[in-house]
């Protein structure tokens, strides 16, 4: 049996490798994938060994083996890299490299990644550095074939340090690690729901490792494990064209468990040890590789939560229009709110940073600002600059199903133009649909090629017989022609959109679309329409109830709670219009959870353009097995008895990292503490934690910087922890301090500690203090004007870890904000009696 299916993979191998001729398949053999050349004209060192000769090599294990472990998560990660793009995820590659240079540049030290591969050789460094440069910006300019030919550059040179600061057999043995990696992405890939995308991916690592020398590396280590692993590796691409991404999660394992157990059988305990770790910290990383995929995937979640936004911010133009700003303020706070503590926060502004900047600052800041100034003009073109900054990151993150995407949003806008109809406004209503066929003309999204290409009857029936119709019919007030093409071409949407888009795509634009309706309901509750606002809560419902293009069973098949608490929320909306609660505040609640069922359908497995099948795995899954795995492992002994505080560290980075991935919070900075902690324990397996690099409390930094070597300062009184002698202490979540009112007695030490989101400031109002106070703020500043210069300057930010600590002695109320997240109503007070 074993020999059939070998001869299968032989095949497979064989058929692959002509069709990517030409896809720089030699240069991506002899590089990171195990590899026949180092770069540097040495020899991998392919074992000499008798295969049937499975004796540990005598090697030495010290800080240099827990190095190379460093340089092999490293090798691993630009796999990853060469993944994505491999499945035209070309943005999400370059952000991933970008990062992998980002940790290169922090890890500082003398058996830091970066300081020990200049000491290394410079040669080496230089080019490594210069590889990874080269991949980068190949990706970001599409020529995914030059990205990964400077990948394999950048894994020989990792490649030949490790040689140079270890041995040959310890390199060989760390690049059966790298393999098992590639073989765990097969599975992060279908984790995402991409199992199309996964078995491609499967079928290139299987024609790859028939050429490469950890072939014979890992046939060297004996019969079993190298049957164990080809007969899994077989398994896994076999479920993965099959659409079955809970079966290439378990052959995933079970291949890159027999790369484990050959491991320790070419090198000592210890080693080997030091390199399984190496695995797990590679396959934490790969929850963050899934999750960046574009299009299909999380992309979709994340583009769906942006399309939510462009549909909520016409409620605060429509609100300031109506007169009433403190509620069309308190719509845009909303959305900036929700905003800094999304999933697509992060997702954004790795994606496509200058989109990102749109939408924050040129967009909801500005839009914030406009609203308090009543400055019409400014309000109008904050909204654009919104609309703008968020179709552009919708497009880079939902890649082809973008144009769905726009037709949900589409038909939000026009529920939008039949509710300023109904109200009367006739010419807004107009309006709105003269905007709507200008952004459809220009092929905003790709919606008008796509629309036309999917079906040249749909785009007719939508373009000509009733977009173009309905300028006219709203000014003449013409209320069945009006019902007529508003009708007409919402049906017609929705039927592009089941057509267009798989379930879940079809999900995402329903969301959108239910989103902005449930949001109307909330605008016309505030401004006294309650009778409408319950019909067109309950309308919204009953869309649901009948199927929503299978929203409905996709969010009840994915999560049970989800689909209950969506469904609460919704009719709470409904209750709202007509009592004493805030509507608006509940069509918000409601907004939230359209886009947590979003990612509920997506996260179950299903997605775009994908042969979803039986999928059943959660992106958290893949980091659960790390836990489950290191639970029976070899190395988990190994590393408690080596060091029971690194073992500790370790435990609970893991644990901590499985619940932000299941709760969707806090997943960056568990990422990085498990990435360090991981990396230390390998330090402690090796015999020498006293050598492992200190710990951060930062989060990762990606193309832009940041993380534990962050650049940002705190400043007098930020300091790490919490003091024990502080009286109180006020919480700094995402965008909002807890309590928000505080009352202390002179002479009390308050402590602001940060909990979530991106770093914050504490900085007090300088015109609202009491007579006689000295000014306060993190950072030590002297004035108002001096503390928001000094955050423009990276002062005065307190950060994960931390907090700012003020005494107060000057009784009466001391009003304060934070300065980047002032805008989404960051402020507080403390009153001093």
């Not at 090798?75 to 290169?104: E, K, M, P, W, Y």
């Not at 490649?159 to 043995?173: K, M, N, P």
């Not at 992060?346 to 308090?372: N, P, Q, R």
């Not at 009003?815 to 805008?823: I, Q, S």
Request: charged letters at 25%; glycine letters at 12%.
């Amino acid at each position: 049996m074993q020999q059939t299916r070998r001869n299968l993979l032989s095949t497979s191998a064989a058929a692959i490798a002509a069709g990517l001729a030409g896809c720089n398949a030699v240069g991506e053999d002899s590089g990171t994938d195990g590899n026949a050349s180092t770069g540097s004209g040495e020899s991998t060192g392919t074992p000499t060994a008798d295969p049937t000769d499975t004796e540990p090599a005598s090697v030495d294990v010290s800080a240099e083996t827990a190095l190379a472990a460093e340089w092999n998560v490293m090798r691993a990660r630009l796999h990853d890299a060469v993944t994505l793009g491999r499945i035209g995820q070309n943005a999400a590659a370059a952000s991933l490299v970008g990062d992998v240079f980002a940790r290169f540049e922090r890890a500082t030290g003398e058996f830091g990644a970066h300081e020990g591969l200049e000491a290394t050789s410079e040669e080496l460094y230089e080019s490594f550095e210069g590889n990874l440069e080269t991949a980068r910006s190949a990706f970001e300019e599409g020529a995914t074939d030059e990205a990964i030919g400077a990948i394999d550059g950048a894994g020989d040179d990792l490649l030949a340090a490790q040689q140079e600061r270890t041995s040959d057999a310890v390199a060989d043995a760390f690049t059966l690690f790298v393999v098992g990696s590639r073989v765990r992405n097969i599975d992060a890939v279908a984790a995402a729901g991409a199992t199309d995308a996964a078995a491609t991916v499967g079928e290139r690592v299987v024609a790859d490792f028939e050429r490469i020398p950890a072939h014979d590396t890992l046939e060297s280590a004996g019969e079993e494990n190298y049957e164990a692993f080809e007969g899994a590796l077989g398994d896994a691409v076999e479920a993965a064209n099959s659409g079955d991404a809970a079966a290439v999660h378990e052959a995933a394992l079970s291949s890159s468990s027999a790369i484990v157990g050959a491991a320790y059988e070419l090198v000592p305990e210890a080693v080997a040890g030091v390199g399984h770790l190496s695995l797990m910290g590679a396959v934490g990383f790969d929850a963050e590789m899934a999750g960046n995929v574009g299009g299909p995937g999380l992309g979709l979640a994340h583009a769906a939560g942006l399309d939510g936004y462009r549909a909520r911010v016409r409620d605060a133009a429509w609100l300031y229009e109506a007169g009433d700003t403190e509620a069309a303020k308190a719509a845009a706070q909303s959305i900036f709110q929700h905003f800094e503590g999304a999933r697509a926060h992060e997702a954004l502004e790795e994606a496509d940073h200058d989109a990102y900047e749109t939408f924050e600052h040129e967009g909801l800041e500005s839009l914030v600002s406009a609203i308090e100034n009543g400055d019409d003009a400014a309000v109008d073109d904050a909204v654009t600059a919104v609309h703008d900054g968020l179709t552009s990151g919708i497009d880079t993150l939902a890649g082809e199903d973008a144009p769905v995407l726009e037709s949900g949003f589409f038909r939000a806008r026009l529920g939008d133009a039949r509710e300023r109809y109904g109200r009367g406004e006739r010419e807004v209503a107009a309006t709105t649909a003269e905007s709507l066929f200008a952004r459809f003309e220009q092929n905003e999204a790709e919606f008008h090629e796509t629309l036309e290409s999917t079906s040249e009857d749909l785009y007719h029936s939508f373009e000509e017989e009733h977009l173009t119709a309905l300028p006219d019919a709203f000014r003449a007030g013409d209320d069945e022609a009006v019902d007529t093409h508003l009708t007409g071409a919402m049906d017609t949407l929705v039927e592009f959109e089941a057509t267009a888009g798989s379930t879940p795509v079809a999900s995402a634009a329903a969301a959108t679309y239910m989103t902005g309706r449930a949001c109307d309901a909330g605008v016309l509750a505030t401004l006294g329409s309650t009778d409408r606002a319950e019909t067109v809560a309950s309308d919204a419902f009953a869309y649901f109830e009948a199927g929503a293009n299978g929203f409905h069973e996709a969010v009840e098949s994915a999560s049970e709670d989800r689909y209950h608490a969506f469904e609460e929320a919704l009719g709470s909306v409904r209750t709202a219009a007509t009592g004493d609660a805030d509507a608006y505040d509940a069509a918000t609640t409601f907004a939230d959870e359209a886009t947590a069922a979003v990612y509920a359908v997506v996260e179950s497995g299903g997605s775009a353009g994908t042969n979803s099948g039986d999928a059943g795995i959660g992106l958290s899954t893949l980091v659960s097995d790390v836990f489950a795995t290191f639970e029976n492992a070899r190395v988990h002994e190994i590393l408690e008895e080596g060091d029971h505080e690194a073992y500790e560290t370790f435990e609970s980075a893991l644990s901590d990292y499985v619940s932000a991935l299941d709760g969707g919070e806090g997943v960056d900075t568990a990422t990085e503490r498990f990435a360090q902690a991981t990396r230390n324990a390998a330090f402690a397996v090796a015999g020498a934690i006293d050598e492992a690099p200190e710990i951060s409390g930062g989060e990762s930094g990606g193309e832009n910087g940041g993380g534990g070597e962050s650049d940002l300062q705190g400043g007098p009184n930020v300091v790490e922890g919490v003091p024990e002698d502080a009286d109180h202490v006020v919480t700094m979540n995402a965008v909002s301090y807890d309590p928000v009112e505080l009352t202390v007695s002179a002479g009390d030490t308050v402590a602001w500690e940060w909990a979530a989101g991106e770093g914050h400031t504490v900085t007090a109002y300088e015109a609202e203090m009491p007579d006689g106070a000295t000014y306060w703020a993190s950072g030590g500043f002297e004035s108002e004007e001096a503390a928001r210069s000094g955050w423009e300057n990276g002062e005065g930010v307190v950060q994960s870890g931390q907090s700012y600590v003020h005494t107060f002695e000057t009784t009466g109320t001391h009003e304060y904000f934070c300065v980047p997240h002032e805008a989404a109503g960051m402020t507080g007070t403390v009153t001093v009696e």
